[in-house]
Nanobody, 123 residues
Framework: QVQLVESGGALVQAGGSLRLSCAAS????????MGWFRQAPGKERDFVAA????????AYADSVTGRFTISRDNAKNTMYLQMNDLKPEDTALYYC????????????????WGQGTQVTVSS
């Protein structure tokens, strides 16, 4: 059974930084485009960032462009999300996901999901 396990979420003050990790197992990791999504209470799950199979291409939501950086290490079956200059509106449960597409922004294009890691940004 495919497993995606997120880690690195925490409570942080506005302006701070966090690095999320997504460790994949029982999956041919380099064969999937990967993405990060987030979901705040009472809201829909929103696209944050995506990265191609090789890691050579990325895409970001407008709200995080310039502050967040997605990356992956195929040798370690791990994806990362470096989050800088965090804002209270970044507070959410952050999910990693795997897609058969190179880069996808739609929840429906992802086939495997992790359980999420909580990021809380205080003002």
């Amino acid at each position: 059974q495919v497993q995606l396990v997120e880690s690195g979420g925490a409570l942080v003050q506005a302006g701070g930084s966090l690095r999320l990790s997504c460790a994949a197992s029982r999956i041919s990791f380099r064969g999937y485009g990967m993405g990060w999504f987030r979901q705040a209470p009472g809201k829909e799950r929103d696209f944050v960032a995506a990265i191609t199979r090789s890691g050579g291409g990325t895409a970001y939501a407008d709200s995080v462009t310039g502050r967040f950086t997605i990356s992956r290490d195929n040798a370690k079956n791990t994806m990362y999300l470096q989050m800088n200059d965090l804002k209270p509106e970044d507070t959410a449960l952050y999910y990693c996901a795997a897609s058969v597409l190179e880069v996808a922004r739609d929840v429906k294009d992802y086939v495997y999901w992790g359980q999420g890691t909580q990021v809380t940004v205080s003002s």
